[in-house]
């Protein structure tokens, strides 16, 4: 569960990343000017060792560049999460609707989380009511759980030099549309924890990697009855014997899994 501490806002977070975008900028300028200005000097003061003299100035400004595309393009939480956003609407409004449930005490919550000005990054998920939101450095997830229809894990081996034999935690989350929104979830057992608070709130969606749903996932319209069938069937159960669907659903997501060779492909 989430408590006062973890609780996270998009807005905020949004507004402390494009301060600190501008920010970043603004002390880049600052620092390369300089730089420019001294490399062009040493070009034009000489033809031999001033070409060289600029050289350093010119690394020291491609390296600050350098840091801050790779720090607000690659590794920011935010990276393209206005788009995303949009497509559940106006992004502001989504925002909005999100941060509400958000600040709900029930809401599920894993990881670091913080919108704090100075804090790190989030690397964190949480799932409310209606939004599972994965949020992370490098690129985040945004998922609206009316529109899930099939969830499962996927385990990936890592192929590189030194690393073969460890694997990635991921879980997939396919939409009624028929696209597959993936992210990390860290390890077996947060992997675990992830799934079952999607299960709680959602238990009509396919779980598993399972034959048959992945040939459905390639017939949308079918997909989403077969989820519409399956939500009927589950308002008409006891409260006990829903408990008893959610836990077998469960068990299918740990049992029947994508396992894959990053490098391979092969599953």
């Not at 804090?119 to 997830?141: E, F, I, M, Y």
């Amino acid at each position: 569960m989430a408590d006062s501490e973890n609780r996270i806002a998009l807005r905020k977070l949004l507004d402390n990343e494009r301060q600190r975008f501008n920010i970043g900028v603004t002390i880049t300028l600052v620092m390369a000017l300089p730089l420019a200005c001294s490399m062009y000097g040493m070009v034009a003061s000489s033809h031999g060792g001033g070409l060289l003299c600029a050289l350093f100035p010119a690394t020291a400004i491609i390296l600050v560049y350098g840091f801050a595309w790779i720090r607000f393009n690659r590794l920011s939480s935010t990276r393209g999460l206005k788009p995303r956003l949009a497509r559940f609407g106006l992004p502001d409004e989504v925002i909005s609707r999100i941060d509400d449930e958000l600040a709900d005490p029930n809401a599920f919550f894993l990881g670091q989380a913080s919108d704090a000005f100075a804090s790190p990054q989030p690397d964190s998920v949480h799932v409310t009511k209606n939004w599972l939101v994965r949020l992370c450095p490098g690129g985040s997830a945004i998922v609206h759980l009316p529109d899930l229809a099939w969830v499962y894990r996927r385990l990936i081996v890592r192929s590189a030099l030194l690393s073969h034999g460890r694997y990635e935690d991921e879980v997939a989350c396919v939409i009624r549309n028929g696209e597959a929104i993936v992210f990390d979830t860290w390890s077996p057992l947060r992997t675990e924890q992830v799934v079952e608070a999607v299960l709680e709130r959602r238990p009509e969606v396919l779980t598993g990697y399972i034959g048959d749903w992945v040939e459905l996932a390639t017939k949308p319209d079918s997909m989403w009855v077969e989820v519409q069938s399956r939500r009927e069937r589950v308002a008409a159960l006891s409260p006990q014997a829903r408990d008893e669907w959610v836990s077998e659903r469960w068990d299918e997501c740990q049992h029947y899994m994508l396992r894959r060779d990053r490098q391979a492909g092969a599953t």
